[in-house]
């Protein structure tokens, strides 16, 4: 049955394409700043450019040495999330599978470690990545980011893999399938939703993080982009001008990556927590 186009329906619309229009205003100061001049943000930073600079782009690649930073923060993200991928699911599958007080004792303990702020372990995590040789290495960092992703994708990993029938499983094992070969060629495609969910979460957050990589990457050469950005704003001048064009550099990836994926957020999120 087809459903009447009311006056309610119709309020709610433009409820929400307020609502929408008032989240895209901060984008819009960004980009039409970020094509402006300094003295012409001072002047009037919601006004429409005189003049197009485009040259601001182009100063700030050279900058900040964006093809760096651009590679450092790819490497991270990309490994980071591999890493929580494959750690999370196998952890949340081996828990489900072999139910017992242990294994509810684990993932309270795991996914209580949500709820703790970083700041209150910051200066421990300092003491011990130097001791471990963590600091100042990618590898080190990447490390550090398997630590804080596991929680949250343990948690949504655990709630979709007791969706997933146990029968395949046990019909795989007759048919001489081993322990991993049951997950990573039965279980782990049937993951996919959740999987795919995890990666949009863990890449939006390490790729926008900036204190942790502040804290452990003091080398120039190993900075990402929220770091280079940040060498715009110091503490006596603001180079607005070339900041705002860092940072729609720095969004540009992850805002593309976002909308291309988008549509399995809402899906994995509901088969994670509810089923």
């Known amino acids: 049955m087809d459903q009447k186009y ?9 409820i929400g394409i307020t609502l929408g229009l008032i989240f895209l205003i901060p984008f819009y ?3 039409i700043n970020s094509v402006k001049s300094f003295s012409e943000i001072l002047i009037d930073a919601a006004a429409l450019p005189q003049e197009i600079l485009f040259s601001n782009y182009a100063k700030v690649w050279e900058i900040i040495k964006f093809p760096k930073a651009f590679w450092n923060s790819l490497i991270i993200t990309v490994f980071s999330n591999i890493g929580i991928v494959v750690l999370s699911s196998m952890a949340a599958w081996k828990m ?14 795991i996914v209580s470690a949500m709820v703790i702020p970083f700041q209150t372990v910051m200066i421990p995590l300092m003491k011990l990545g130097g001791s471990l040789g963590m600091i100042n ?49 039965i279980v782990f495609p049937l993951l996919k939703p959740i999987t795919v969910t995890v990666i949009i979460l863990n890449t939006l957050w390490i790729w926008n993080d900036y204190l942790l990589p502040l804290l452990v990457l003091q080398d120039a050469d190993l900075r990402t982009i929220p770091l280079a950005t940040s060498t715009f704003f110091a503490q006596y001048t603001k180079q607005w001008d070339m900041g705002l064009a860092a940072l729609v550099l720095g969004i540009a990836p992850i805002i593309i990556f976002f909308l291309f994926l988008q549509r399995h957020i809402i899906k994995g999120i509901a088969a994670g927590s509810v089923k």
């Open 29 to 31: 100061f960004v980009l």
């Open 137 to 185: 290495s990618l590898p080190g960092i990447i490390m550090m980011y398997f630590g804080f992703g596991v929680p949250l994708s343990l948690f949504l990993y655990h709630g979709f893999v007791k969706t997933v029938p146990l029968e395949i499983e046990e019909a795989a094992r007759i048919d001489g399938c081993s322990q991993f070969g049951v997950f990573w060629r």
């Open 6 to 14: 009311t006056k309610r329906t119709f309020l709610l619309e433009i």
């Open 96 to 109: 489900v599978r072999t139910p017992g007080r242990f294994s509810k004792i684990l993932f309270v303990v």
